[in-house]
């Protein structure tokens, strides 16, 4: 073992891995880096030792990037919210795209040239609309903190700000500390809430609405070049996907386990005068052969939008079983993403178009992808 728990050393970093850290090599075994750039040479000191890899906590920047960047928020580095704000943005969305089609080769067996340039975020801060603070108590100090989860721990850092959050969360930040929860361990979820649509408070709506036309954009070109006549749109929350993507297709039914998201849809998509679609309260893996049987597969494309874990493996084996035209997968979880794609893709059934990156979480490891799958005739 050539490392040891608190050994500091001297490390030039060569690549950012997925999820932000900086990957450093003493011989040939990894340490891994946060807040560090790929050329940098940085001094560490040795925080954990596992058998293949290290991982490290950065004590000085010897060598900077010419990328780096003074972090706006005074919290970055302790606060466990953002990766990247010692990073220009531009260079952000380099490494970004970098790191995608890296882990879509690995996990996906995915070529490279398949993903596309990372689509910027207008607003690289003071984007977010929704945030979810917590509350502890801080034994030592004896108060209640307010805040995220830091860094390197599962305590809370006492955050009076946060730099990605849109202005008006920053103020109901201000509000919560003002009256604060009456004991630790309690989550607060604060958001500010789209306009023209009806959420329910614990329903998804998309995190960024600077972002969210250039995301409706690329599902619905992905939609246009297919042909496909009729949508299912599977996981459809509060009907966002199926309603904006109406008048693209004749038909379109909307899939959600959630009954109050499903109510909000239909009071969406009637506000929005779209009468061409329906949508259904049930679960995914239960419908989809019904679906399936209803539309002709060959006029027919699916849209998955599934959490963070990705899809059941029973709706991508009836995927791959009933051949719809087209399959449209929106996901915030590259890794789930490319494991789903792989399988969809397994034997010929369908064909990868193109991923197309947008980046719905500057200054933060996360971003969106759009996957165009297309059967294979």
């Known amino acids: 073992m050539p490392l040891k728990l608190a050994d500091k050393i001297s490390l030039t970093i060569h690549d950012l891995a997925f999820g932000g850290e900086g990957v450093g090599r003493v011989d040939d075994f990894v340490v891994f880096v946060p807040f560090v750039i790929t050329g940098e040479t940085v001094?560490?000191?040795?925080?954990?030792?596992?058998?293949?890899?290290?991982?490290?906590?950065?004590l000085r920047v010897v060598t900077p990037s010419p990328e780096r960047v003074a972090p706006e928020c005074r919290?970055?580095?302790?606060?466990?919210?953002?990766?990247?704000?010692?990073?220009?943005?531009?260079?952000?969305?380099?490494?970004?795209?970098?790191?995608i089609a890296d882990l879509f080769e690995r996990v996906g067996k995915i070529s490279a040239d398949k993903i596309a340039p990372v689509i910027?975020?207008?607003?690289?801060?003071?984007?977010?609309?929704?945030?979810?603070?917590?509350?502890?108590?801080?034994?030592?100090?004896?108060?209640?903190?307010?805040g995220f989860i830091r860094a390197d721990n599962q305590f809370v850092e006492d955050i009076a700000e946060c730099k990605i959050a849109e202005p008006v969360?920053?103020?109901?930040?201000?509000?919560?500390?003002?009256?604060?929860?009456?004991?630790?361990g309690i989550k607060v979820v604060l958001r500010v809430q789209p306009e023209n649509w009806d959420v329910p408070r614990d329903s998804f709506f998309q995190n960024n609405f600077f972002l969210l036309p250039k995301l409706v954009e690329t599902?619905?070109?992905?939609?246009?070049?297919?042909?496909?006549?009729?949508?299912?749109?599977?996981?459809?929350?509060?009907?966002?996907?199926?309603?904006e993507a109406a008048g693209v297709v004749d038909s379109f039914v909307g899939v959600e386990y959630d009954k109050l998201a499903i109510a909000a849809a239909r009071q969406n998509a009637a506000s929005r005068k779209i009468n061409n679609g329906e949508?259904?309260?049930?679960?995914?893996?239960?419908?989809?052969p019904e679906l399936l049987k209803k539309f002709s597969a060959e006029k027919t494309a699916v849209i998955l939008d599934p959490p963070r874990k990705g899809c059941w493996p029973e709706t991508l084996q009836l995927l791959r079983e009933t051949k719809p035209a087209q399959v449209i997968y929106v996901s915030c979880h590259p890794a789930?993403?490319?494991?789903?794609?792989?399988?969809?893709?397994?034997?010929?059934?369908?064909?990868?178009?193109?991923?197309?990156?947008?980046?719905?979480?500057p200054q933060t490891q996360h971003v969106e992808c759009v996957a165009d799958l297309r059967r294979r005739n």
């Open 43 to 58: 001094e560490v000191e040795i925080t954990e030792v596992k058998k293949n890899f290290a991982r490290a906590k950065l």
């Open 75 to 99: 919290y970055f580095g302790a606060c466990g919210g953002c990766q990247y704000q010692h990073i220009g943005y531009a260079a952000q969305l380099r490494f970004k795209h970098k790191q």
């Open 120 to 146: 910027a975020c207008p607003q690289p801060y003071g984007y977010r609309n929704r945030i979810m603070i917590r509350s502890q108590w801080n034994g030592p100090e004896k108060k209640l903190v307010i």
């Open 169 to 184: 969360l920053n103020e109901q930040i201000k509000e919560v500390r003002a009256n604060p929860p009456p004991k630790g």
């Open 219 to 243: 599902v619905r070109e992905f939609l246009s070049a297919s042909g496909a006549r009729h949508l299912i749109d599977l996981y459809c929350g509060v009907g966002f996907f199926g309603i």
């Open 279 to 288: 949508f259904v309260a049930a679960k995914v893996e239960e419908i989809l």
């Open 336 to 361: 789930t993403m490319a494991r789903d794609l792989n399988i969809l893709c397994a034997d010929g059934v369908f064909e990868l178009s193109r991923v197309q990156p947008l980046d719905m979480f």
